[in-house]
């Protein structure tokens, strides 16, 4: 079972920045696809951005160009760089991840199977 912890998330002003960190202690994140998602009430989950394997990207359209994944296979952490924030990105964003194959597609939620807690980002 693969423990996922998110962090970093807050409160933003409109235009500004939050990076979102998401850590899996003991776990080797090169084996993995990895992705964040998001869920803003009353609205499904929704995937905002994955990174595969190999450390190809993609990313939802509202995201592209504002949001940056990537991650640190050497210390187990994945990271999602948001700027220019807008009041449309206020949701609990979570991690996940998953050892299946090569993923080149914005996420979807089934095709991931361990999930982090979720943390709070709030833009006004």
């Known amino acids: 079972q693969v423990q996922l912890v998110e962090s970093g998330g807050g409160s933003a002003q409109a235009g500004g920045s939050l990076r979102l960190s998401c850590a899996a202690p003991?776990?080797?994140?090169?084996?993995?696809?990895m992705a964040w998602f998001r869920q803003a009430p009353g609205k499904e989950r929704e995937g905002v951005a994955v990174?595969?394997?190999?450390?190809?990207?993609s990313y939802a359209d509202s995201v592209k160009g504002r949001f940056t994944i990537s991650k640190d296979n050497a210390k187990n952490t994945l990271y999602l760089q948001m700027n220019s924030l807008k009041p449309d990105d206020t949701a609990m964003y979570y991690c996940?991840?998953?050892?299946?194959?090569?993923?080149?597609?914005?996420?979807?939620?089934?095709?991931?199977?361990?999930w982090g807690q979720g943390t709070q980002v709030t833009v006004s």
């Open positions: 990174i595969s394997r190999d450390g190809i990207t």
């Open positions: 996940a991840a998953d050892r299946g194959g090569y993923y080149y597609r914005v996420p979807r939620p089934a095709d991931f199977g361990y």
């Open positions: 003991g776990y080797t994140f090169s084996s993995y696809r």
